[in-house]
C-alpha cells in the first residue's frame, strides 16, 4: 500500500508563526507552531440534522454547548455524507472511502478489519486511541487501545456495553453513561501520549427516548412545523411516492410516539417492550408520569385527519430534540472537562454526525434519501491557535475527508487508497484552488422496513440530480438555488436540458474515477 507521508518539519513549518491566511467568511487566522501533535476528539451522534443546532440556524431548538465550538472554532456550511444510513456512514468516515469501495455497502454489511482505519494509523503513529459509545460495524473494534461499545444500536436505558470483549450492564441513561465512561478514560488515559478519542453517542437515533433531566422540556409550548410537512410529492418521481417512512402513517404508536401500548399490534408491542423494559421503577414512574396527561387527553379526544399528524409530529419532534438536549449538556461536560485539565489548547475537537435526519420535512422522519435535510451533516471543529474563532468554511467537504484530516493534522501518514481529501489547510484559514466543486452519493439498501429505492446522484453548489434504480427507473433534477426544499423535479423541463446533460456525463465520470460500476 503506497502511503503519502508529509514531512514533519514542513508540516511545522506550515503550521509556524507569521504564516497568515484568510478563513472563508470568518476572521483571519495566525497559525502558530505547536510543539507537540494535537490530542484528537471525535464526538459524533447519530442522525442528529445540522437544522437541529442552533449555530446552524435552528429555529426549533438550542444547542449552547455544540455551539460553543462554532464560536470558538469553524462551522462548515456544506458537510455531507456520501450515503446516508449509519453503519456505512461510519465506515466512510473511518476509512476515508466510498461505500463500495470500504463494503460496507448496508447496515447488514460487516467491516473488513484489514481496511486502513485513521485510529490504527494514528496508534502506529504514537497515539493512545479509544473508542466509547456506538460502533455498529458487527464486528470487534481494531486500532484502539481501549474500546467500550454499546451491542449494536445500544439501548437508551440502563445499556450494556461491551468493554474489551467482556459484555457488562450499566444503570443511568445511555448518553450520560458513555460520556461517564470516556471522562474515566481521559482521567486515566498515558500522558506521555497524545489521544485520540472517539466519542460516539447513540442519541438521537430512533425511537427517541429523552433522559430523565429532560422528559418535560418543551412541554408546554409547540414546535414549528416544516412547511412541507403535509408534502404530497407532486412533482417528484415515483421513489417519493413509495417510502414508508411518514410521520402519518408509518411510525409505531408506543415505541416511537409512546402513546399507550395495544398488545393486539404484535410488532410495536414487541420493540416497545425491548426498550422499555430496560427501565427500573424508579425510571417507570418518572416515565409515565411525564406521558400521562397528553396520553390521556389523545385517548378521549384522538385527533384524526392533519391534527393527527400534527399530534404525531409534536410528539415525535419534541422527543428527538429532548435527546438532542442531552447530548449538549454532556459536549458542555466534555468540554468543561477539557477546560479545567488544561487540555483544550492542544485537543482539536470535531463534532459531527453519522448523516442528516428528516425532522417532518417532506412528512418524514429518518434519512437514506440524497435530499438535503438527509444528506447534509453538521461539522464543528475547534483547534485554538489554529482554526480562528467564529470561522466559516462554505467549500464542499464529505465525511470521506474526516480520516485524512485527522491524519495530518497529528502528523500521520494518509494512505492513498483514500478517496477522501485533507481540508487541513482551511483549518488553516488557506484556499485550496483545486478543490471538489461536486461531489457523489450512493445509497443502495433496498429492500428495507423504509421502502427507499437505492439511487446514486452528483449535487453541485447549485443542483442535484438522482438516478433512482432497481424496481424502478427514474431521475430527478433539482435547481437547489430556485428550489431548496426539492419540492418540484426539472429533469424533463427542457429549459434544463443543458444542465441535464452535463451533469448525467459529470455524474458518470465521478463513478468511472471512483470505481463505483453504480446499479
Not at 427500573?280 to 411525564?290: K, V
Not at 461536560?333 to 459531527?352: G, H, I, P, Q
Request: with cysteine.
Amino acid at each position: 500500500m503506497k502511503l503519502h507521508n508529509p514531512d514533519r518539519r514542513d508540516f511545522i513549518k506550515k503550521t509556524g508563526l507569521g504564516l497568515a491566511g484568510m478563513a472563508l467568511g470568518g476572521p483571519a487566522v495566525l497559525i502558530r507552531s505547536r510543539p507537540q501533535r494535537p490530542n484528537i476528539l471525535f464526538i459524533m451522534t447519530d442522525d442528529h440534522a445540522a437544522h437541529a443546532i442552533s449555530a446552524y440556524g435552528s429555529r426549533i431548538n438550542r444547542t449552547p454547548n455544540i455551539d460553543r465550538l462554532a464560536h470558538d472554532g469553524m462551522r462548515f456550511a456544506n458537510c455531507f455524507c456520501v450515503n446516508s444510513i449509519c453503519a456505512p456512514s461510519r465506515a466512510s468516515m473511518l476509512t476515508g472511502l466510498y461505500s463500495h469501495a470500504h463494503g460496507v455497502i448496508d447496515n447488514r454489511t460487516r467491516l473488513d478489519s484489514s481496511k486502513p482505519m485513521f485510529p490504527q494509523l494514528l496508534r502506529r503513529a504514537g497515539y493512545e486511541t479509544a473508542l466509547v459509545g456506538k460502533w455498529h460495524l458487527k464486528t470487534d473494534p481494531t486500532g484502539f487501545d481501549y474500546w467500550n461499545v454499546l451491542p449494536g444500536q445500544g439501548m437508551y436505558y440502563n445499556p450494556d456495553f461491551i468493554e474489551m470483549g467482556e459484555r457488562k450492564p450499566y444503570t443511568g441513561y445511555a448518553t450520560d453513561v458513555t460520556t461517564d465512561i470516556a471522562l474515566d478514560w481521559l482521567e486515566r488515559r498515558d500522558r506521555r501520549r497524545p489521544f485520540c478519542l472517539l466519542l460516539h453517542h447513540k442519541a438521537p437515533h430512533r425511537n427517541w427516548m429523552p433522559g430523565p433531566k429532560q422528559l418535560h422540556l418543551y412541554r408546554d409550548r409547540p414546535i414549528p412545523e416544516p412547511p412541507n410537512l403535509f408534502d404530497d410529492y407532486t412533482g417528484r418521481g415515483p421513489a417519493a411516492h413509495m417510502t414508508k417512512m411518514t410521520i402519518a402513517e408509518h411510525m409505531y404508536p408506543a415505541y416511537d410516539l409512546k402513546l399507550p401500548l395495544d398488545p393486539a399490534n404484535e410488532q410495536d408491542a414487541q420493540y416497545w417492550q425491548r426498550m422499555f423494559g430496560r427501565l427500573n421503577d424508579q425510571q417507570r414512574q418518572q416515565w409515565e408520569a411525564a406521558y400521562r396527561q397528553e396520553n390521556e387527553q389523545y385517548l378521549k379526544h384522538p385527533p384524526t385527519g392533519k391534527e393527527r399528524v400534527r399530534f404525531f409530529y409534536q410528539r415525535y419532534i419534541k422527543d428527538y430534540l429532548r435527546c438532542v438536549a442531552s447530548v449538549d449538556e454532556n459536549v458542555g461536560r466534555v468540554l468543561d472537562f477539557l477546560d479545567e485539565k488544561e487540555l483544550a489548547e492542544n485537543t482539536l475537537v470535531v463534532y459531527s454526525s453519522d448523516q442528516g435526519f428528516f425532522l417532518g420535512e417532506h412528512g418524514w422522519y429518518d434519512k437514506r434519501f440524497m435530499y438535503e435535510e438527509s444528506l447534509r451533516v453538521p461539522l464543528l471543529m475547534r483547534w485554538p491557535g489554529v482554526i480562528g474563532a467564529g470561522a466559516m468554511e462554505h467549500s464542499m467537504v464529505l465525511n470521506v475527508d474526516f480520516a485524512p484530516t485527522i491524519l495530518e493534522a497529528a502528523g500521520a501518514r494518509i494512505p492513498r487508497s483514500m478517496h477522501g481529501r485533507s481540508f487541513l489547510a482551511m483549518l488553516q484559514g488557506r484556499r485550496l484552488q483545486d478543490w471538489r466543486t461536486a461531489m457523489y452519493y450512493h445509497y443502495y439498501e433496498f429492500p428495507n422496513e423504509h421502502g427507499v429505492r437505492p439511487h446514486y446522484g452528483i449535487r453541485t453548489e447549485r443542483y442535484k440530480l438522482i438516478r433512482f434504480y432497481g424496481d424502478i427507473d427514474a431521475w430527478e433534477l433539482f435547481d437547489l438555488e430556485k428550489d431548496p426544499q426539492e419540492m418540484r423535479s426539472v429533469h424533463a423541463h427542457p429549459d434544463y436540458a443543458g444542465i441535464r446533460d452535463r451533469l448525467t456525463a459529470q455524474l458518470y465520470a465521478m463513478q468511472k474515477t471512483l470505481g463505483d460500476r453504480g446499479e
